[in-house]
């Protein structure tokens, strides 16, 4: 691990070895020694593959096993089991939850499975299968860690017998279920974020927002699953994993959902993009690459998956307003239009989102795109969104880079007199800092060409 001025950094290859041994560890210890109480382990190891199986895709290609996750905590948690104590102790926790994780790994690399499987809505487009591998690879070594820390927290105290003892069998028996399991939340939160900062370009802080909104959602029902389980199983059993495992297959159902939803937008958006290029208003390819443009400087500045989900709308959507105009811009370059002319189209493009279903801030972030960052006192407008302040940037650099490889200039050349333009505009028409994150984005080669 390595900090630096992006943030904590732990590669991903790290996180995966560390996994990979402590696996190997639990595996030789049941080899050895074998598993205590096998149908119970067989049990909890047939619902984390069940999980791993009915898996689903979180915003920014974030992959979660909720009911898989659910079933390896709750065993990590596991006390008596219908009124009779157990004794699998935490290598075994490890080696059932990693072998159960492998399964449904295995299960969802067959390819009669594949060819039955459709693709999860909440996947982007550009998630080829090296993409889909290695988010699963880390899912898999973050459950495994996760779980074992769990298990290292609360199964050494059960198995000492402490907490059979009066008064500690009741209230403060719950009392460290719920500390363990708020831990191994945050454990899980942290690197969760560690690995998706790594994938992902963001910075640290950015990553972990998006965890810990994570956790308020599907997190909190895999960590209240997985104790409910663990506690109810000491009255009914094993039938606790399917009366309280249900509840959180309907939650993913809803998820999916929404990732439907989030999908059928995406695709509008897409298409009301290219309208202003198939009736010849903007070049081919100018709003995928402003808005590859505004993302990558979006990770510079520190936005979050949501986020720069949202700028990635307003920017393919930026020009919209160009359709309501009787005559084209000259080669659709609206930062060579005089400021008034840029907010009149801005606005133009506003009225025309806010009529399309898209999220309310997008028409917000596009319809104050053209307007200076510096009030008329020379202050900086505050109220300016960050978004509309990256969008501009993005659109003038790719507009102005157009117009400089049609004089003749290289690519590598236009892209430098286009961000010289800029600088000499930063603090008037355009963000002192976000020029700076495109000149430093184009410097580390994360500028999209």
Do not use: K
């Not at 100018?286 to 505004?294: I, P």
């Amino acid at each position: 691990m390595r900090t630096g001025r992006r943030g904590l950094l732990l590669r991903p290859s790290a996180v995966h070895a560390a996994a990979g041994l402590l696996l190997a560890a639990a595996l030789l210890h049941v080899a050895l020694h074998g598993f205590a109480q096998p149908r119970v382990a067989l049990a909890f190891g047939a619902v984390v593959a069940v999980g791993e199986w009915a898996r689903i895709t979180l915003p920014g290609d974030r992959e979660q096993a909720p009911l898989g996750s659910a079933a390896a905590l709750a065993y990590a948690l596991l006390g008596p089991l219908h009124s009779t104590p157990t004794g699998h102790g935490t290598l075994q926790v490890v080696a059932v939850t990693g072998l159960g994780t492998l399964a449904g790994l295995l299960q969802l690399a067959l390819p009669a499975v594949r060819a039955r499987r459709r693709p999860d809505p909440g996947r982007t487009g550009g998630s080829g299968p090296d993409t889909v591998h290695t988010v699963r690879a880390d899912t898999a070594a973050r459950r495994l860690l996760t779980t074992a820390f769990a298990a290292l927290l609360f199964q050494p105290v059960y198995g000492s017998g402490l907490l059979d003892r009066d008064p500690l069998s009741g209230p403060v028996y719950g009392a460290l279920l719920t500390a363990v399991a708020a831990l191994t939340a945050l454990c899980d939160t942290v690197l969760a974020a560690v690995l998706h900062r790594a994938r992902a370009g963001l910075r640290f802080g950015a990553a972990l927002e998006d965890e810990l909104r994570s956790l308020l959602g599907i997190g909190s029902a895999i960590v209240a699953t997985g104790m409910l389980v663990s506690l109810l199983a000491g009255e009914v059993g094993l039938w606790a994993l399917p009366l309280f495992c249900t509840p959180l297959l309907l939650a993913q159902a809803s998820f999916r959902r929404a990732a439907e939803i989030r999908a059928t937008t995406g695709q509008t958006i897409e298409a009301l993009a290219r309208a202003t290029e198939t009736a010849g208003y903007t070049p081919p390819g100018h709003a995928r690459r402003v808005a590859d443009t505004a993302c990558a400087l979006g990770r510079e500045l520190g936005l979050g998956t949501r986020d720069l989900a949202l700028l990635e709308y307003a920017a393919l959507m930026h020009d919209i307003g160009q359709l309501s105009l009787v005559e084209p811009v000259p080669g659709g370059a609206t930062a060579l239009l005089p400021a008034a002319e840029q907010q009149r189209i801005a606005r133009l493009g506003s009225e025309v989102i806010r009529r399309t279903g898209v999220p309310r801030r997008v028409g917000e972030q596009v319809a104050r795109l053209a307007d200076p960052c510096r009030l008329p006192g020379g202050a900086a407008d505050r109220s300016l969104p960050l978004a509309a302040r990256i969008i501009r940037v993005a659109n003038a650099h790719d507009d102005l880079r157009t117009e400089a490889r049609a004089r003749g200039l290289s690519e590598a050349t236009a892209g430098l007199a286009a961000l010289e333009r800029l600088r000499l505009e930063r603090g008037g028409a355009y963000d002192p800092a976000v020029v700076d994150a495109l000149a430093r984005a184009g410097a580390a080669g994360r500028e999209p060409a």
